[in-house]
């Protein structure tokens, strides 16, 4: 078995229609087209996304300032009041709105989730939904 320009072919058990079809270019059809576009925009909207998950980092900043400058309560202190109040619920966790200076717990009961909303100043109970 011989290869292009007379030289054997390394590979003899190899059938010639396998090596021909082999040598082929393959261009992507309009689905591999289509799955390559989509590919590429997910991508781009992912690093797009980005800024947006470093402004919870931001809302931790905000809310260590102000509470080592005295204008709000610490979440040590909010979760002190408002945790014991609602018994029979698991605790999940905080969220911290800068801006409006207000913690949001969050808390499961019966699998349902209630939110809790606390004026991070005076520690008040706002909303609870």
Request: aromatic share 6%; glycine share 12%.
């Amino acid at each position: 078995m011989t290869g292009g320009a007379g030289r054997p072919y390394p590979y003899p058990k190899l059938d010639a229609p396998f090596r021909l079809g082999s040598m082929r270019r393959v261009y992507p059809g309009p689905m591999k087209q289509a799955v390559l576009l989509l590919l590429a925009a997910a991508l781009g909207s992912a690093s797009i996304a980005v800024p947006a998950d470093a402004r919870k980092g931001d809302d931790q900043g905000k809310a260590r300032e102000q509470m080592n400058s005295g204008k709000v309560l610490s979440l040590r202190e909010i979760e002190g009041r408002v945790v014991p109040r609602m018994r029979g619920m698991e605790y999940l966790g905080p969220e911290y709105d800068g801006g409006a200076q207000v913690y949001r717990l969050k808390f499961i009961d019966s699998g349902r989730v209630i939110f809790v909303d606390v004026d991070a100043r005076s520690g008040s109970i706002l909303r609870q939904r």
